[in-house]
């Protein structure tokens, strides 16, 4: 809050706190951006592409796991302020650009991580795990 008010950002930047209706914040966005220096595997991220938003985030290990370059979104390297101001400035100024990796970050959740899909992972791990220790 306080950096906030010395940047005099106040009309600008508001903190909301704890939500519960997130489904709400993702569906007035048009990008989701993740800058993190280090993520295991992101929930916030996999709500974000299921909602259809095109990413930009660090190239960090989790994200890399989930989010392709240039299909369904953009990785830039951590603590690089440049290159992430560069790459959401491309998405805000390509409706082209934001629609494709859009609609590649909600098949890629869809494709390998819904509830189902990472129930049957895991269900097929414990399974190798079992038949490895009889």
Request: proline letters at 4%; a negative charge; one cysteine or more.
């Amino acid at each position: 809050q306080s950096q906030i008010e010395r940047l005099g950002l106040r009309g600008a930047v508001t903190l909301l706190g704890n939500q519960l209706d997130i489904d709400r914040f993702l569906g007035s966005a048009d990008i989701f951006v993740l800058p993190s220096r280090w993520e295991g595997l992101p929930v916030a991220l996999l709500e974000a592409m299921d909602a259809g938003l095109p990413v930009v985030a660090t190239r960090v290990e989790g994200v890399e796991e989930v989010v392709q370059n240039e299909t369904h979104g953009l990785l830039v390297p951590p603590e690089d302020a440049r290159s992430l101001a560069e790459s959401i400035r491309r998405l805000v100024l390509d409706a082209d650009l934001r629609q494709k990796m859009s609609l590649g970050a909600r098949a890629r959740i869809r494709e390998a991580y819904t509830i189902d899909i990472m129930c049957e992972k895991y269900l097929a791990l414990m399974r190798n795990l079992w038949a490895q220790h009889q």
